[in-house]
């Protein structure tokens, strides 16, 4: 019998290793989920930002959504960035051939500020792929643009977490507070109540691809059978100590550090 958790990512690439499908596979694999991936997007980007994209054409998207679900097990599934409504389309067209959890990181830009979502597919990813997830992990500006209001506050993390789910159908929805000072604090809300999951801030500027890792984490948990606050809960502490062990690597925003973790629980076993 297969006891694989198989784990998929849609998403774009990342050359330098930090963020997208690459940062998504090595999460996978830490986490011990059999990593899939399908490429929406190949980027030419770094540490420093992102250079040029070329999409991946519809036909050839589609191609690659059937061939993984045609033949592979998938237990939990995530996306990344999807640059245009066409390739939302295809996505959402292929959701009926999954049945399992499914985790929305609404990717609309790179740390450095380069687009990475054409500015009219924001709305059509809100009101017509947004409603399928099992959970939405928007960072702050992603969530402003979802509910359009501006964000300062815990409680105001607490209210868009709350809109998303009840205005805009996300079956859950975590504001993470990476872009707010002080301590690091994430907001779920899952339907019924609020959540909050939060660590001390680490003083680096390398913080590269946390938005890819953490819903890997999150996806490669869920992909276990673990329950949304379990898989939440400890998709926090790799990210967090992910970053803890981030590099310093390349001339910009240096990447996370996933086997650093590792070794540290290595360490505990030995
Ligand atoms: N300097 C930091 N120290 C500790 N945690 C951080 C730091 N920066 C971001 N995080 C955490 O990393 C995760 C990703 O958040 P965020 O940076 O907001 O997402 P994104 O990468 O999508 O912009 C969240 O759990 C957030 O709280
Ligand atoms: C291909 C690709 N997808 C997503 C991102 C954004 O990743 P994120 O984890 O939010 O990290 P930063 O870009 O904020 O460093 C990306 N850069 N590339």
New binding site residues.
Partial sequence: MNQAACALTI????PSG????Q?DLKTFQELKSYGMSVIT?V?A?NTTG?KDIHDMPIDMLKKQLEAVSSDMPIHAFKT??IASIEMMKAIKSWLPAVAAPYVM?P?M????G?P?MEEESRLWLRDNLLPYTTLVTP?IPEAEDIIGESIQSIEDMKEAAEQIVTSFGASAALVKGGHRKGQAIDVLFDGSDIHTFSSKRIDTEN?????????AAITAHLSHGTSLIEAIEQSKYFVTEAIRHSFELGQG?GPTNHFATREEVFNKWL
């Fill in positions: 998403a774009g690439t990342d930090g963020a997208g499908i940062a997007s980027v980007q992102v990344g960035m990181d990717v830009m790179a740390q450095s380069d990475l960072n913080t590269h691809g946390t938005g890819c890792t953490y819903s925003s």
